[in-house]
């Protein structure tokens, strides 16, 4: 069973530019949820999602971020006209249930 | 407002000494407290998880203690090794309808020899 999977890996975008981050669950997992990581601090909550709905989105900016989770295929993170302060690393985990989250290596994604 | 502080903010250590790392929430209600262990440049791999019930819990060199009166929280790392350079985050999860979990800052250990 592999772990979750986030690709790609390394990102980087021009300022204006749209990134997409793609995140694949462990399989039989139904919730995804993402993070972003600053430099030097500590993970924050992004968005949770299950298959095709969208659960808490408290922690994503109003403007120009947006995830789905579509009924196939993996979990998108959404990033358009990006700023240098979207350079971040993004997370995503999943679970089965409410019950722990399986975290994935991460899209490092850099904004010159 | 939930949080989860932890403390210290960093450490280091020599190589085969021990050491505590804190953490202190206000979630509530609670539901259960993890210790996620993240390597430079990694996802967070869980180390252990506590109910409200349960006091102490063990993996390997590493020992959690939770005291839910106080709402605090302790990893205690024996032996350390030069692999146990990482941060560690304290992640607390919150009894609601949905599994939203509330995350620590972490504590950024390092192991010299």
């Known amino acids: 069973n592999a772990g979750v999977m986030q690709n790609p890996r390394h990102l980087v975008r021009r300022r204006g530019q749209e990134a997409r981050l793609r995140c694949s669950p462990m399989?039989?997992?139904?919730?995804v949820y993402w993070y972003r990581q600053l430099p030097e601090e500590g993970l924050k909550f992004m968005v949770y999602?299950?298959?095709?709905?969208?659960?808490?989105e408290s922690g994503m900016p109003k403007e120009r971020f947006s995830a789905e989770f579509p009924k196939e295929g993996p979990s998108i993170l959404r990033i358009q006209q990006v700023v240098r302060g979207d350079s971040a690393a993004y997370f995503c985990?999943?679970?089965?249930?409410?019950?722990?989250?399986?975290f994935g290596p991460g899209t490092r994604l850099t904004v010159t | 407002k939930n949080q989860v502080e932890q403390s210290p903010q960093s450490l280091i250590i020599l190589e085969g000494k021990n050491c505590t790392l804190q953490?202190?929430?206000?979630?509530?209600?609670?539901?259960?407290l993890r210790w996620y262990k993240q390597d430079t440049g990694r996802g967070p791999v869980s180390l252990t998880i506590?109910?409200?019930?349960?006091n102490t819990k063990s993996n390997g060199r590493y020992t959690a203690t939770l005291d839910a009166d106080t709402k605090q929280s302790s990893l205690h790392i024996t032996a350390s090794q030069l692999s146990d350079s990482a941060s560690y985050i304290c992640?607390?999860?919150?009894?609601?309808?949905?599994?939203?979990?509330?995350f620590g800052p972490g504590t950024s250990l390092s192991v010299i020899p």
């Open positions: 999602l299950q298959k095709e709905n969208i659960i808490d």
């Open positions: 953490c202190n929430y206000t979630v509530s209600p609670f539901s259960n």
């Open positions: 985990a999943s679970s089965p249930q409410e019950s722990e989250q399986y």
């Open positions: 399989k039989g997992h139904s919730h």
């Open positions: 992640v607390v999860r919150g009894k609601t309808s949905y599994d939203k979990v509330i």
């Open positions: 506590m109910t409200f019930s349960e």
